[in-house]
């Protein structure tokens, strides 16, 4: 699979996951590096870093959400960082470094009229953290914990998928508004990890030990927040916990994307008319209009040393689906990145 100056490597849909998203699900092909329009704006690009996102496997299902599924034969959609090859464009000169959902290719033809037009990476800052620290991730833990979950002063926040880019984000979102936080995670480290650099005044193995205990234990007044990445029978638990006029920020259901088979909703939804409890849903394509805003705060939050993050980096074409793989076994550390 070596690249050339002439062949432009893709990695395809192949077939629609049925359960667990593998690596049979995509397919290697070649083709000639695309021509871009340079009239209408258009320019050619290199990818340089990918992203990997629990939304992409929903993207991979063949029915409609928020954005379109991705067709079998087509290049995967993804997040990624590329170098400006060819340009006419003043907005992204040659040599310019710009973020867009490019693919999973080597090259890539963009340009103003796309679905999510590139934007250009600022000058000084490293690559990649336009993908993890100032990304998407970011930007979600931003608006669903400030926006949705409005925390204030002395509640308590629970956080599930707290160690992954969006919840170690939200974890200290909610220590800078004063609250106490309560984090779930898949392994001690990563537990370690969020109480000794997040912030968390308390973290939850959730495979070795038991949630509903731990959370009896530890929020004997009940949860006031809990931002949910995970679903399933964590969010379950967490309701069975929650205070009177409560709020659950649903920004994602991890545990379920892979399920062969719809899952059962929670079966304790009674607590949410007897305790009050709001339970709402958002996506963060809701406040583009806002990204300058929450991009301004976060800058100077991670810039002082008020936000800490990590990137787990792989490295190699070769590697694109293991990499999305390892997001959904839970073997990345920080935000999943992959380094062409």
């Given at each position: 699979?070596a690249?050339?100056?002439?062949?432009?490597?893709?990695?395809?849909?192949?077939?629609?996951?049925?359960?667990?998203?593998?690596?049979d699900?995509?397919?290697?092909?070649?083709?000639?590096?695309p021509?871009?329009?340079l009239?209408?704006?258009?320019v050619?690009?290199?990818?340089?870093y990918l992203?990997?996102?629990?939304?992409?496997?929903g993207?991979?299902d063949d029915?409609?959400?928020y954005?379109?599924?991705v067709?079998i034969?087509?290049?995967?959609r993804?997040s990624s960082?590329?170098?400006?090859?060819?340009s006419?464009n003043?907005?992204w000169?040659?040599?310019s470094?710009?973020?867009g959902m490019?693919?999973?290719?080597d090259?890539?033809?963009a340009?103003?009229?796309?679905?999510?037009?590139?934007?250009?990476v600022?000058?000084?800052?490293?690559p990649?953290t336009?993908?993890?620290?100032f990304?998407?991730?970011?930007?979600t833990a931003y608006?669903?914990?400030?926006?949705?979950?409005?925390?204030?002063p002395?509640?308590?926040v629970?956080?599930?998928g707290?160690?992954?880019?969006?919840?170690s984000?939200?974890?200290?979102?909610?220590?800078?508004k004063?609250?106490?936080?309560?984090?779930?995670?898949?392994?001690?480290?990563?537990?370690?990890?969020?109480?000794?650099?997040?912030?968390?005044?308390?973290a939850?193995?959730?495979?070795?030990r038991?949630?509903?205990q731990?959370?009896s234990?530890?929020c004997?007044?009940?949860?006031?927040?809990?931002?949910?990445?995970?679903?399933?029978?964590?969010?379950?638990?967490a309701?069975?916990?929650m205070?009177?006029?409560?709020?659950?920020?649903?920004?994602?259901?991890?545990?379920?994307?892979?399920?062969?088979?719809?899952?059962?909703?929670p079966?304790?939804l009674?607590y949410?008319?007897?305790?009050r409890?709001?339970?709402q849903?958002?996506?963060?394509?809701?406040?583009?209009?806002r990204v300058?805003?929450?991009?301004?705060?976060?800058?100077?939050?991670?810039?002082s040393?008020?936000?800490?993050?990590?990137e787990?980096?792989?490295?190699?074409f070769?590697?694109?689906?293991?990499?999305?793989?390892?997001l959904?076994q839970?073997?990345?550390?920080?935000?999943?990145l992959?380094a062409?």
């Open positions: 699979m690249a050339s100056q002439t062949i432009n490597r893709q990695w395809l849909l192949k077939t629609r996951p049925s359960g667990m998203v593998s690596q699900n995509f397919e290697y092909a070649e083709c000639a590096i021509e871009p329009d009239q209408s704006g258009q050619l690009l290199q990818n340089l992203s990997f996102d629990p939304a992409m496997r993207w991979m029915e409609p959400s954005l379109p599924p067709q034969g087509e290049v995967m993804a960082v590329a170098k400006v090859i060819r006419d003043r907005s000169p040659e040599g470094l710009v973020q490019f693919g999973w290719q090259y890539a033809v340009g103003p009229n796309d679905l999510v037009p590139p934007t250009a600022a000058e000084g800052i490293p990649t336009v993908l993890s620290v990304g998407g991730s970011s930007l608006f669903g914990m400030m926006d949705v979950g409005r925390p204030q002395g509640e308590t629970l956080v599930s707290a160690a992954g880019a969006v919840g984000v939200v974890v200290q979102l909610a220590k800078l004063g609250c106490r936080v309560i984090a779930i995670a898949g392994t001690d480290e990563k537990c370690q990890w969020l109480k000794d650099e997040c912030g968390a005044d308390e939850i193995n959730y495979k070795t038991n949630i509903h731990c959370l234990e530890l004997p007044s009940g949860v006031d927040i809990f931002f949910d990445n995970v679903g399933g029978e964590t969010l379950e638990q309701i069975e916990h205070a009177d006029f409560g709020r659950i920020v649903l920004c994602g259901q991890i545990s379920e994307y892979n399920a062969e088979q719809p899952q059962p909703g079966a304790n009674k949410l008319i007897t305790r409890i709001k339970m849903g958002f996506i963060m394509l809701d406040y583009l209009d300058e805003e929450a991009a301004g705060k976060l800058g100077e939050w991670v810039m040393g008020k936000i800490k993050y990590r787990d980096i792989q490295e190699g070769d590697q694109i689906p293991a990499t999305l793989e390892r959904f839970g073997e990345n550390k920080g935000k999943q992959l062409l």
